[in-house]
């Protein structure tokens, strides 16, 4: 089945720091992958998406492409601020199944 | 110009009680979902709804019960709760129910059950 998997832990960097969370999955057909966000008290928010392969998402600095030879979905942003300090989820869709990864808590501390 | 809202936003309630949850888009999406996240934050998809019709179901216990009387509310009813069931509940939505589609989150309910 559908499933998603995130690098394990929490990730505490510096402010200005380079981030990457990685990313893989596993799927039938071919999904489309999503980054959510989920600052603390609230609802997840769409970060980015891609919808084919070779695609690259991007929305506020934070970008992912869509790699599916290795199946990954990595995301990145070259300089964080304090203000990144969330919960990062990767996701997919495909063939009417949802899989969410297990989250990565971000802290930027300044 | 909440675009989709969960009522109530905490819930704290004994063991064995039957409660609700109320959620509502107004973006004109056809699909609905309803997630559980658990105190390490992992998301897991119970429903789905697409206009009304039930789609996704997974594993999850008959004391939950979604009910959706219409294309933009879909409520959760919890019978016997149980301890284990205490976390925190999102509301989404989505255009439809093509792999496109992002979905839309509502704030969460946070159950807890003593």
């Known amino acids: 089945g559908n499933s998603v998997t995130q690098m394990e832990g929490p990730v505490t960097l510096s402010e200005e720091a380079f981030l990457t969370i990685n990313c893989t999955y596993t799927?039938?057909?071919?999904?489309?992958l999503f980054w959510y966000v989920q600052y603390p008290g609230e609802g997840l928010q769409l970060l980015l998406k891609a919808t084919k392969a070779d695609d690259k998402g991007s929305n506020k600095g934070f970008e992912a492409t869509y790699r599916k030879e290795t199946t990954s979905f990595h995301l990145e942003k070259g300089s964080v601020q304090v203000s990144d300090s969330a919960v990062y989820f990767c996701?997919?869709?495909?063939?009417?199944?949802?899989?969410f990864g297990k989250g990565n808590q971000v802290v930027v501390i300044p | 110009d909440t675009a989709v809202s969960q009522t109530p936003k905490y819930l704290v309630t004994q063991m064995g009680n039957d409660k609700s949850i109320k959620c509502e888009q107004n973006?004109?999406?056809?699909?609905m979902y309803w997630y559980k996240q658990d105190s390490k934050k992992f998301l897991k998809i119970m429903f789905s709804y697409n206009n009304k019709e039930l789609i996704i179901n997974e594993t999850v216990p008959n004391r939950f019960s979604p009910k959706s009387p219409d294309k933009a509310h879909l409520n959760l009813h919890i019978n016997s709760l149980e301890l284990g069931d205490s976390a925190v509940y999102f509301c989404?939505?989505?255009?439809?129910?093509?792999?496109?589609?992002?979905?839309?989150f509502g704030p969460g309910t946070r159950l807890t059950v003593l």
């Open positions: 799927a039938t057909g071919y999904p489309s």
């Open positions: 973006l004109g999406h056809d699909t």
């Open positions: 996701a997919l869709k495909g063939n009417n199944r949802l899989a």
């Open positions: 989404a939505s989505s255009q439809d129910s093509g792999i496109y589609n992002e979905q839309f």
